[in-house]
C-alpha cells in the first residue's frame, strides 16, 4: 500500500492488470507493467484534484483475458476490508474482461454508498497518444465527486471508458481498436466528460440509507453455460449443453426479440432441460432491444417450454447475475424468480 497524496477526500487505486498499466521501456521499446505506485509522477493531472490517493496493486498482474470469478472474490473483500478508509474505490482492469467483472461486482456489493469506478485503456499509460490518463483523470474525478451533504454522487459500480460513465452492468465491448471501446446499449449514461463532467442524476442509483453497512456476498455458483442460437445449429450441439447434468444454467442467446428456432427437436430439448429443473433465460444477441417472447410465436414457444425472460439484460450482467444468485441458493425456482427482478439496475423492469 503506498500513500501517493495528503488531503480531506481519498480513493484506493486497485491495479488489477491490463493494457493502461503498461509504459514503453526507453532501452528496448517493450510494454512493461507499470509500478502504480509512481502513479502521481507518470499523471500529475491527478495532483490537482488535491485527493488523498492510496495504490494497491495485485500480484501477479493480469491480463483480464485470465480473469476468474475469484478475481471478483478478492477484489470484494478488499473493498469491504477497506470501505471505511475510502471515499471511492477505482479498479485499473484490461477492457477484455471488464464488462463481467463490473457487473459481477455490482452484485456481490450490497449497501453501496460510495463509488466502484472500473476503468483502463486501449493504448498503455505510457504511450504518447494514450487514452489512459483520460480515462484514469476522468475516474478520480467522479469517484471523488460528491453532493453538497458530502454523499457521493455515484454511489454505484460503474465503468468510466471513453468520456462516458456507464452502470457497470449495462455495459459490454463493443471495439477493440477505437478508444469508445464500451457502450451502455439499454441504459443512459450515468456522466459524460466534455469541457465538464456532466451528471444524469436522474438515472444514478441512491442507496436509501446513506448510513446502510456494506455488506459482500463472495459465493458464487459458476455451473453457467451460454448458448448462441444459429442457423444450422444441430441436436447434438443443443442437448451437450443444455442437458449437462453439471450444468445448472443456460444463458440463450436468441434472435432478436427473443426468438429461437421453433423446430420440433429444439424445443423437446430446451423443455427436456427445463422439466429438469435448469435455469435457462432468453437474452438478445442484438447489441441493444429487450426481449420479448410474446411478439413471435417463435419466442412464445420458447416461454411455453419454461424458458425465463432475461430482458434488456447484457449476456455478461445474465452470466454474473446467475453466478451471483446460485452462490445464494440451491433452488433454481428461487433463483428464475430472482432472474426477473431489477437487482441493481441491469434490467429495465
Ligand atoms: N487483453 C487486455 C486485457 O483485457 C486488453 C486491455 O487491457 O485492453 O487485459
Redesign the pocket.
Known amino acids: 500500500m503506498t500513500q501517493t497524496g495528503t488531503t480531506k477526500s481519498s480513493l484506493l487505486l486497485i491495479y488489477t ?4 498499466g503498461m509504459k514503453q521501456d526507453i532501452l528496448d521499446q517493450t510494454l512493461k507493467p507499470f509500478d502504480f505506485s509512481q502513479i502521481l509522477d507518470e499523471v500529475p493531472e491527478i495532483r490537482k484534484f488535491a485527493f488523498r490517493i492510496d495504490t494497491y496493486t495485485f500480484d501477479p498482474l ?5 480473469v476468474e470469478p475469484s478475481l471478483w472474490q478478492r477484489l470484494a473483500e478488499l473493498i469491504f476490508e477497506k470501505y471505511d478508509d475510502y471515499d471511492g474505490f477505482i479498479i485499473l ?6 464488462s463481467y467483472s463490473a457487473s459481477a461486482l455490482s452484485f456481490m456489493l450490497d449497501g453501496l454508498t460510495k463509488p466502484v469506478v472500473f476503468t ?3 493504448l498503455p499509460i505510457g504511450v504518447p497518444r494514450t487514452d489512459g490518463k483520460e480515462n484514469l483523470i476522468s475516474a478520480v474525478e467522479i469517484a471523488s465527486a460528491k453532493d453538497a451533504d458530502g454523499h457521493a454522487l455515484v454511489p454505484e459500480v460503474s465503468v468510466c471508458f471513453g468520456s462516458l460513465l456507464m452502470r457497470g452492468n449495462r455495459t459490454t465491448k463493443v471495439n477493440a481498436e477505437v478508444f469508445r ?1 464500451f457502450q451502455s446499449p439499454n441504459f443512459p449514461p450515468l456522466a459524460e466528460a466534455g469541457i465538464n463532467i456532466r451528471y444524469n442524476k436522474e438515472f444514478i442509483r441512491k442507496p436509501l440509507d446513506w448510513y446502510q453497512n456494506l455488506s459482500i456476498n463472495t459465493k458464487l455458483d459458476t455451473r453457467v453455460s451460454i448458448l448462441k442460437i444459429h442457423p444450422g445449429i444441430t441436436a447434438q450441439i443443443v442437448r451437450t449443453i443444455l442437458c449437462d447434468p453439471l450444468t445448472r444454467a443456460v444463458i440463450l442467446e436468441t434472435y432478436g426479440a427473443g426468438n429461437a428456432p421453433t423446430a420440433p427437436w429444439f424445443l423437446d430439448i430446451v423443455r427436456e432441460a427445463c422439466a429438469a429443473g435448469k435455469v435457462i433465460v432468453n437474452v438478445t444477441q442484438c447489441l441493444a432491444g429487450s426481449v420479448n417472447m410474446g411478439i413471435y410465436a417463435t419466442g412464445k414457444a420458447l416461454e411455453d417450454a419454461g424458458v425465463i425472460n432475461g430482458y434488456d439484460s447484457t449476456t455478461e450482467s445474465a452470466l454474473a447475475k446467475l453466478f451471483f444468485l446460485m452462490g445464494k441458493s440451491g433452488d433454481n425456482r428461487w433463483v428464475s424468480t430472482m432472474m426477473g427482478k431489477n437487482l441493481k439496475g441491469e434490467i429495465s423492469k
Not at 17 to 20: E, L, Q, R
Not at 62 to 66: A, G, L, M
Not at 93 to 98: E, R
Open positions: 492488470g491490463g493494457t493502461i493480469i491480463d483480464s483475458s485470465d482492469h484490461g477492457t477484455d474482461t471488464m483502463g485503456s486501449q471501446a
